[in-house]
Every structure is written in structure tokens, then in C-alpha cells.
């Protein structure tokens, strides 16, 4: 069955550490990927996506995303927490022109 | 340059009765597409609109409905609501051709609350 799965519901992280959240899909072709960020109470905001060449993407507020097709995952990171970086994290496959959503990761960040 | 609006933010209805959302596409994009997030989850499809038309739908309910007029804006229509229907409902829209053909630009949602 074609999936999105997101193995962490909760990480906690301290400000100025490094960040690694999973992705792993699966769709019978590469699909089209895509991280989104939710505040609380906000609507989704598009962090990167990938399409195709380089497997490693640069997004918006810092953060990169390296694409892996043996391993059908597609990992958010960023190299340095900032408070204001809690929030959930949706990783999204491009599916028949829509998206299909993961069931989301919550950041909770430490001072 | 106005993005996705909805309206109305937050509503609270009782099961039975029937509700509708309203969306405005962002500026340029003809395509709409209606989710569900439930609290805790990730947002679920309900459907897409271009042309007016309905043109896929995930797996929901004929409770629920839509409409797209030719202005792109989109309404979605639940009827005989239920308990479980208690969500964000998010809109998004998107150009149908081109180099944003495959990203998606979301509203801030509307939390329907049914008692």
C-alpha cells in the first residue's frame, strides 16, 4: 500500500543542536517530495521539496533535506535548532497531482 | 499578493446539521483542494476541483461535497454532521501547469468544532 510514515510523534531537542527528522515513503515510482512546517493554530508552509537531480535540497529557514532511493526516505535536518523552530513537521509525496501527508512529527524545543 | 484565505476561522455546530467553508485560491492558481486534519494527525484528502469540476477524491463520505466557481474559489459542504467530523479544515490551491504545478499553497484552516 502506498504510504507516508513519519516514525517519531515527538522529539525534543535542545536550542543550537542539530536536528534529524525521518521520512520514509512508499509509492511505486520517485515521487515528487515535500516537508511542511505548522505552527500552532497556522496552516502548513512549504519548508523544500525535491523533484528530481541533487538529492540534497535546501529549504527555507536553514534547513536541507537529502533524498535516498534505496532507502525510500527523505530526512529533514537542520544543523542548528532555534526556539522558534517548535512546531510540527509534515513530510508530503506528490500522489496523482495532490498530496498524501505523514502523521506529522512535533518538535518541542529545550532553552 | 493575497494567499489562500478561508473563512470562517472557527465554527461550532451540532451533529445533524450541515456546514460550509469557503476558500479563495492564491492569486494565479486555478486548482483547490480540500483536506481534513484531525487533532494529533496529518492532514487526510478529501478532493480537488479544477474546471468547476470535481476531479479526484480521497475517501470520504458523499457527505461531503463541493463546489468551485469560475472565479477558482471553492466551497466544501458536510452535511449530517457527526462528532467525528471535528477538525482543521485546510484548502489549498495550486497552479495546474507550469513550474508550481506540483506545490501546494495552504490556507490557515477553518476549526469546525461539532457538538
Known amino acids: 500500500a502506498q504510504s507516508v510514515t513519519q516514525p517519531d510523534i515527538h522529539i525534543t531537542v535542545s536550542e543550537g543542536a542539530s536536528l534529524e527528522l525521518r521520512c520514509n515513503y512508499s509509492?511505486?515510482?520517485?515521487?515528487?517530495l515535500f516537508w511542511y512546517v505548522q505552527s500552532p493554530g497556522q496552516g502548513l508552509q512549504l519548508l523544500l521539496k525535491?523533484?528530481?537531480?541533487?538529492?540534497l535540497v535546501q529549504g527555507i529557514k536553514g534547513f536541507e533535506a537529502e533524498f535516498k532511493r534505496s532507502q525510500s526516505s527523505f530526512n529533514l535536518r537542520k544543523p542548528s535548532v532555534h526556539w522558534s523552530d517548535a512546531a510540527e513537521y509534515f513530510c508530503?509525496?506528490?500522489?496523482?497531482?495532490?498530496?498524501?501527508f505523514g502523521a506529522g512529527t512535533r518538535l518541542t524545543v529545550k532553552p | 499578493d493575497a494567499g489562500v484565505t478561508q473563512s470562517p476561522t472557527h465554527l461550532i455546530k451540532t451533529r445533524g446539521q450541515q456546514v460550509t467553508l469557503r476558500c479563495s485560491p492564491k492569486?494565479?492558481?486555478?486548482?483547490v483542494s480540500w483536506y481534513q486534519q484531525a487533532l494529533g494527525q496529518g492532514p487526510q484528502f478529501i478532493f480537488q476541483?479544477?474546471?468547476?469540476?470535481?476531479?479526484q477524491r480521497g475517501n470520504f463520505p458523499d457527505r461531503f461535497s463541493g463546489h468551485q466557481f469560475p472565479n477558482y474559489s471553492s466551497e466544501l459542504n458536510v452535511n449530517a454532521l457527526l462528532l467525528g467530523d471535528s477538525a482543521l479544515y485546510l484548502c489549498?490551491?495550486?497552479?495546474?501547469?507550469?513550474?508550481?504545478?506540483?506545490?501546494?499553497?495552504f490556507g490557515a484552516g477553518s476549526r469546525l468544532t461539532v457538538l
Open positions: 489549498a490551491s495550486r497552479h495546474r501547469r507550469g513550474s508550481g504545478a506540483n506545490v501546494l499553497t
Open positions: 509509492y511505486g515510482a520517485t515521487p515528487y
Open positions: 525535491y523533484f528530481s537531480g541533487d538529492t
Open positions: 508530503a509525496v506528490g500522489y496523482n497531482n495532490d498530496m498524501r
Open positions: 492569486s494565479g492558481h486555478d486548482t
Open positions: 476541483y479544477y474546471e468547476e469540476e470535481e476531479r
